[in-house]
């Protein structure tokens, strides 16, 4: 209960920067938007979505990828307190040394939370609709903010073993495009050549995708049936994906945050 109650603190002390630096929420949600509206009206007509609309096809990638990419503001985060020696300060506090790194990918959630409620907006606005029943679209959004969150600690990891903020930016960038273009988040995985349409199948970010396209009932009318086995079990796949990511890199974090102290 310490722990927790220590979290909830470190979360809302990142939550109260929003107030303090506005800038920060404007950019957080800009980012979306821009990729909903550049995605839709520049690559919208070119893409060919046999059976139906590329508008409604997009929208599940975009939620996935900027899910995966608002993980990044954990890793900077966590490198901009190591930088300026708030980690210091943290130690000197009666708190539970796993707290600092709980509190920073909790407080992320709801960063993700507002970057998809933008996107939904945006996607209403340019022909996306939801097509599945209420219950559905709860699900697709609660897995989008559950792998976000597992993904966070991924970030974490990250954030503390660079050594500035700007290395956060580099690093994350060479990690998160591939993974996320690399998968069936813009384009059907079937138009993929050789082994990246098997990457690509065996890809988290296109099982998330997959699984949320389909709780919005935004699969083309006339789509066969996947043949990969991540594909056939997208909700099994990306739910084990993400449970195995906070069991791995939780623990790697809280040790790295605990190094990072002693510094």
């Known amino acids: 209960m310490t722990m927790l109650r220590d979290a909830a603190t470190i979360a809302r002390r990142n939550m109260i920067r929003i107030r303090r630096v506005p800038e920060v ?17 520049v690559f919208g007509g070119s893409i060919d979505i046999p059976g139906g609309s590329y508008r409604e ?6 939620f996935a990828q900027t899910v995966v990419f608002g993980a990044t503001f954990t890793a900077s985060g966590l490198a901009e307190d190591v930088q300026k020696g708030l ?24 960063y993700n939370g507002l970057s998809v409620v933008i ?3 945006a996607g209403l606005a340019v022909g996306w609709r939801i097509r599945g029943s209420v219950l559905d679209a709860v699900a697709a959004y609660m897995l989008l903010l559950f792998f976000s969150y597992s993904f966070s600690w991924v ?16 690093a994350t960038f060479i990690v998160l495009f591939p993974l996320t273009f690399i998968a069936n988040t813009f384009v059907p995985s079937d138009n993929l050549p050789g082994i990246l349409r098997t990457v ?3 890809n988290p970010v296109s099982t998330l995708t997959h699984a949320v396209r389909v709780r ?25 994906w993400a449970v195995l990511l906070i069991v791995v890199f939780a623990p790697i974090a809280t ?7 002693k510094r």
Not at 216 to 240: H, R
């Open 25 to 41: 929420m404007v950019f957080v949600l800009v980012q979306p938007l821009m990729f909903v509206l550049l995605f839709a009206y």
């Open 155 to 170: 970030m974490a990891c990250l954030g503390l073993m660079v050594p500035t903020p700007e290395v956060v930016n580099n």
């Open 255 to 261: 040790r790295l945050y605990q190094r990072t102290d």
């Open 87 to 110: 980690i210091n300060r943290f130690r000197s506090l009666p708190m539970a040394r796993s707290a600092v790194v709980a509190g920073r990918t909790a407080s992320d959630v709801v």
């Open 216 to 240: 919005f009932g935004n699969l083309p009318a006339g789509t066969p049936e996947p043949t990969s086995w991540p594909l056939q079990n997208a909700m099994l796949y990306s739910l084990a």
């Open 200 to 202: 690509a199948e065996w």
């Open 57 to 62: 096809f997009l929208i599940a990638g975009i």
């Open 119 to 121: 996107m939904s907006l």
